[in-house]
Nanobody, 130 residues
Framework: QVQLVESGGGLVQDGGSLRLSCAAS????????MAWFRQAPGKEREVVAA???????????YYADSVKGRFTISKDNAKNTMYLQMGSLKPEDTAVYYC????????????????????WGQGTQVTVSS
């Protein structure tokens, strides 16, 4: 299993921006499909965005309807890091954000279910104040 460490969370005002990072250990980061999930208090964890192992030119991504047009997921295989650029943040985006990775994937498939992923980070808190 790959080890994942998130960073970049914090407190931001309504309409602000943040960039989350997910640093991964291991030598075969390019073989991992990855995703960002979030869990708000009292709610189930939900997928926010996902990216296939092979993601040339920003393709092969998925976004939840609630974040489309505001969030961008990217994967830098050379740096073993995945990012979530979040813009136009809203109070309802407040949650703990988790990154997840899946090995042994079809290189071009985007996975979006929790059960698809075997490695998880510890989470980073994002709070959007109104």
């Amino acid at each position: 299993q790959v080890q994942l460490v998130e960073s970049g969370g914090g407190l931001v005002q309504d309409g602000g921006s943040l960039r989350l990072s997910c640093a991964a250990s291991g030598r075969t980061f390019s073989n991992y499909a990855m995703a960002w999930f979030r869990q708000a208090p009292g709610k189930e964890r939900e997928v926010v965005a996902a990216v296939a192992a092979v993601n040339w030119n920003g393709g092969r991504t998925y976004y939840a309807d609630s974040v489309k047009g505001r969030f961008t997921i990217s994967k830098d295989n050379a740096k073993n890091t995945m990012y979530l650029q979040m813009g136009s943040l809203k109070p309802e985006d407040t949650a703990v954000y988790y990154c997840a990775a899946r090995a042994g994937t079809n290189a071009y498939t985007v996975y979006i279910k929790e059960a698809d992923f075997g490695s998880w980070g510890q989470g980073t808190q994002v709070t959007v104040s109104s």
